[in-house]
């Protein structure tokens, strides 16, 4: 179901409760069939209550607040922000089962001022995906797993990712933590992004910088380009992870990555008596203060 704008009133307030159920998808139109519920070019919406959706899409809605709302097993994303500027979604709880792909908890594309706050996500992809053409994007005190993680990417074509803050979160039995990951072959760049105060519970690629990422349905190839990936902070992370290797900085040959710090990190294996080890390639930067286990590409 698609409700479009633009809209008379300058505040629009929807509440939820109850389990709100879609008709079997035989009675759906083609064009839908992708989507559950749509809301596209209205300001000032605000979506809250107790109650429980499948999945939620807002296109070029600015001014948007989303609170309270259970998301449970969406077949695909749970809630998409795509063109949106000032956003604010809070204490939401978004569930799927570990095992099904593409179930991200909050996708963010092409948006600004995006705020995500105190919830609790558990899906069978990211916790949280910031993608192409965003920036000014802060997610704090989310509590993520199974799932991910929180990343950040680009793809193959040309993005712009900046201005991204992800603090006081904790991942929980999670495939990876705190990640940047780009295509080859992409141009642009993803820049000014700091992760701070994270803690990692059984949490498999606790820290990464992935610039070869590929997810296995295509042939993704050796490509000389890349997106910039340039001043990124990890301050204040700890806990532990499945793998000896907890800190991935895999950058690329042509376009390495730079100004690239870690501060205070603290990361160990969780079964103490294995150690732990960091890999680092095309990777510039600093080391300040404790960093277990050392990245010895970091002066």
């Not at 042509?254 to 990361?267: A, F, G, H, K, P």
Request: proline share 3%; with cysteine.
């Amino acid at each position: 179901m698609t409700l479009s704008g633009p809209c008379n009133s300058g505040s629009i307030y929807i509440q939820i409760f109850g389990n709100v159920i879609a008709p079997e998808m035989s009675s759906w139109n083609h064009d839908d069939d992708r989507s559950w519920l749509v809301f596209d070019s209205i300001d000032g919406l605000t979506i809250q209550g107790s109650g429980q959706i499948d999945a939620f899409v807002a296109n070029n809605c600015n001014h948007l607040k989303i609170t309270g709302v259970y998301f449970v097993n969406a077949p695909m994303f749970h809630i998409v922000i795509n063109g949106c500027e000032r956003v604010a979604i809070s204490n939401i709880h978004i569930t799927a089962p570990e095992e099904r792909i593409n179930t991200d908890g909050i996708h963010i594309g092409n948006s600004i001022n995006v705020y995500s706050d105190h919830s609790i996500i558990g899906t069978g992809d990211d916790c949280v995906s910031v993608w192409d053409n965003s920036s000014y994007v802060f997610i704090s005190n989310i509590t993520c797993g199974p799932g991910d993680g929180i990343s950040l990417g680009a793809d193959k074509s040309s993005a712009a990712v900046e201005m991204i803050r992800v603090s006081s979160c904790n991942f929980i039995n999670t495939m990876n933590g705190a990640r940047i990951k780009t295509w080859q072959g992409g141009s642009g760049y993803a820049r000014d992004i700091k992760f701070e105060n994270i803690y990692f519970d059984s949490v498999d690629n606790p820290i990464v910088i992935d610039q070869y990422y590929c997810n296995g349905d295509h042939n993704c190839g050796t490509h000389k380009s890349a997106v910039k990936v340039s001043d990124v902070t990890f301050k204040g992370l700890r806990g532990t992870s499945t793998k000896e290797v907890v800190i991935n900085l895999a950058c690329s040959e042509t376009v390495s990555c730079t100004d690239i710090t870690l501060e205070n990190i603290q990361v160990k294996h969780v079964k103490r008596e294995k150690d732990t080890i960091s890999y680092c390639i095309n990777a510039h930067g600093i080391s300040q203060g404790p960093v277990s286990p050392p990245v010895p590409c970091l002066s």
